[in-house]
């Protein structure tokens, strides 16, 4: 066994990140929402934050996407007759 397999608590990746001042900044606005949080438990809430906060911001893109497109649905079927997509093809190399 490596020395660094019988030393560490973990086999996962492990990330170190410098505390910036952007980085000190998130922390002291998650330190007012958590108060009395170690430093480091507050960057994993910010972590679970952010992740909740890109999946919403996808669902609601999605629940817009799906919104546009039921909005258009059927409203351009006269603009295409019944053998649009034939007569498109026809043009296209074999």
Not at 4 to 15: D, I, V
Not at 60 to 86: Q, T, W
Request: hydrophobic residues 35%.
């Amino acid at each position: 066994m490596r020395w660094y397999t019988q030393c560490m608590p973990t086999t996962r990746p492990r990330h170190q990140i410098t505390e910036t001042p952007a980085v000190a900044h998130a922390i002291d606005q998650a330190a007012q929402r958590w108060p009395g949080e170690p430093r480091s438990k507050l960057l994993l809430r910010l972590l679970d934050a952010g992740r909740d906060a890109l999946e919403q911001n996808d669902h609601h893109v999605n629940e817009a996407r799906r919104e546009a497109i039921m909005a258009s649905s059927g409203k351009y079927s006269d603009a295409f007759g019944p053998n649009y997509l034939d007569e498109l093809r026809q043009d296209w190399p074999a």
